[in-house]
T-cell receptor
Framework: DVKVTQSSRYLVKRTGEKVFLECVQD?????MFWYRQDPGLGLRLIYF???????EKGDIPEGYSVSREKKERFSLILESASTNQTSMYLC???????????FGEGSRLTVL | EDKVVQSPLSLVVHEGDTVTLNCSYE??????LLWYKQEKKAPTFLFML????IEKKSGRLSSILDKKELFSILNITATQTGDSAVYLC???????????FGTGTRLTIIP
């Protein structure tokens, strides 16, 4: 079974803190994604990556950056957390040939 | 800019009813259309559609794609309470392989 593991299920941070959200997949997929999910707004794409060291902005990249130094790991970074970044963050890994997108369990971030 | 619009935004039906969920899209270099079901946790994969007019079926769920009119529908027959969820669609493209989801349709099945 494909496994996508997000390092933290729940985090509470203060405004201005730097936040790292880690995501690891074990199926050698090239494509990985970071989304945030908020009530009424659905899943919104923050950043995605289609190869090591390659990254592309999604629909709402402001306030975020990412790192993909190894194929299996895709990290989301909030350089200076703000209260409007309180959200559920979902990482996903894509099996391109079948179209299946595998999600991690999510990281619920609260910024105070 | 890519667009994905799902309708209706929410739907409440009785158990046993049949429902049709819609997904329209605009994307450059279209590759496929994905459908997902999301209950309380992360979305789970339902279908991938690449060809127009060919129905994909899994139990009571089926889906079809119209690449000319740029939409897809997801049908659920004989609905059950376990079908209550948010249903999401996402077109994929050749090139940057961006995966953008629609806002989803929240389906509620009343026993």
């Amino acid at each position: 079974d494909v496994k996508v593991t997000q390092s933290s299920r729940y985090l509470v941070k203060r405004t201005g803190e730097k936040v790292f959200l880690e995501c690891v997949q074990d199926m050698d997929h090239e494509n990985m994604f970071w989304y945030r999910q908020d009530p009424g707004l659905g899943l919104r794409l923050i950043y995605f990556s289609y190869d090591v060291k390659m990254k592309e902005k999604g629909d709402i990249p402001e306030g975020y950056s990412v790192s993909r130094e190894k194929k299996e790991r895709f990290s989301l970074i909030l350089e200076s957390a703000s209260t409007n970044q309180t959200s559920m963050y979902l990482c996903a890994s894509w099996r391109r040939n079948t179209g299946e997108l595998f999600f991690g369990e999510g990281s619920r971030l609260t910024v105070l | 800019e890519d667009k994905v619009v799902q309708s209706p935004l929410s739907l409440v039906v009785h158990e046993g009813d049949t429902v049709t969920l819609n997904c329209s899209y605009e994307v450059t270099n279209f590759r496929s259309l994905l459908w997902y079901k999301q209950e309380k946790k992360a979305p789970t994969f339902l279908f991938m559609l690449t060809s127009s007019g060919i129905e994909k079926k899994s139990g009571r769920l089926s889906s079809i794609l119209d690449k000319k009119e740029l939409f897809s529908i997801l049908n659920i027959t004989a609905t059950q309470t376990g079908d209550s969820a948010v249903y999401l669609c996402a077109p994929t493209n050749f090139g940057n392989e961006k995966l953008t989801f629609g806002t989803g349709t929240r389906l509620t099945i009343i026993p």
